[in-house]
């Protein structure tokens, strides 16, 4: 994985997190969400077809609906509902952060490969910057939190079914089709709100920075970068995320970086070089040399 590609995965991911914060505090979460997908799965809709992309049909298809549900659906319906819940922009990256953990023990188990010993100082490396970040805020936890980790499983679960059943799709037509699959669910959720939009200038400005960079990009990069490099490889990433959000947020929130969010972006830098450096790894190559009669 080339560094260029990880850095701006890196930004686009650790904006979402404080940008998120701002949004649904004027918005409910599920109602902000629902037209967050439904803008996004139109926008690259045109895009997929104005650039001639293949589309997915049959069971590609419908693994890649089970991924959207997964990865969109679920991973964004609990962070914004923690996030509206109270649980910190930053709190809510450190939970997240714990996917490279679980996304590389759960491919190895998928895959049946072991995971290699710079993959192993890699997620050893990344828990210690998140826990460097955020060492100050580990109490900030609340009941909010569950829902966050709900959706950081989510995450997990959709990143490892991507790379076993998706790795064949266009990542701007795979894009369209799972945010489009994830907008009747939290549609359904956003039905159970009551409270309505405070502020619609800050509403639409956070949302069209979470449409165009987030969802459009930001999926788009995870798309892509599970198909090259491996989902274990893509959720390294996420090791560094946390002091990243923490300096995105110090102007957006008011909320100054410590000595540990420092700490925590040396560690998470060295954790995603050797997560990443390594895309021809054991797990990498299983999913890319899965005979096609297993979809």
Same mark, same amino acid.
């Given at each position: 994985? &080339? ?16 940008? #998120? $914060? ?17 803008? $996004? ?74 995971? #290699? ?34 959706? =950081?499983?989510? @995450? ?46 800050? @509403? ?17 990069? @995870? ?10 490889? =893509? ?44 895309? &021809? ?15």
């Amino acid at each position: 994985m &080339k560094p260029g590609f990880a850095a701006g995965t890196v930004l686009v991911w650790a904006s979402g997190y404080p940008v #998120g $914060a701002l949004a649904v505090a004027v918005a409910p979460p599920f109602l902000m969400t629902t037209i967050r997908f439904t803008l $996004a799965a139109v926008l690259m809709a045109l895009v997929a077809l104005v650039t001639s992309a293949r589309w997915p049909r049959g069971w590609p298809l419908v693994h890649t609906c089970v991924a959207g549900l997964l990865v969109q659906a679920c991973q964004f319906s609990g962070v914004y509902l923690g996030l509206r819940l109270g649980v910190p922009a930053s709190v809510t990256a450190l939970i997240i952060s714990c996917t490279p953990v679980l996304t590389a023990v759960v491919s190895a188990g998928v895959f049946g490969v072991r995971i #290699g010993l710079k993959q192993v100082l890699g997620l050893a490396l990344g828990v210690a910057a998140v826990l460097a970040a955020l060492w100050d805020r580990l109490g900030s936890f609340g009941s909010g939190a569950v829902f966050t980790v709900l959706g =950081m499983l989510g @995450f997990v679960a959709g990143g490892v079914y991507q790379q076993k059943f998706c790795r064949d799709t266009d990542f701007r037509s795979g894009n369209a089709v799972q945010h489009a699959v994830s907008v009747p669910v939290v549609g359904l959720l956003a039905l159970t709100e009551n409270a309505g939009v405070t502020d619609w200038r800050q @509403f639409w400005l956070t949302m069209v920075f979470l449409v165009l960079v987030n969802s459009m990009g930001g999926a788009s990069l @995870f798309l892509v970068g599970v198909r090259t490099g491996g989902a274990a490889a =893509m959720t390294t990433l996420s090791s560094v995320v946390p002091s990243v959000t923490a300096l995105i947020a110090w102007p957006l929130l008011g909320q100054a970086p410590t000595a540990g969010v420092v700490a925590g972006l040396v560690l998470g830098f060295c954790a995603c070089w050797l997560g990443t450096a390594t895309p &021809k790894s054991a797990v990498a190559r299983t999913a890319v040399e899965e005979p096609a009669s297993g979809r």
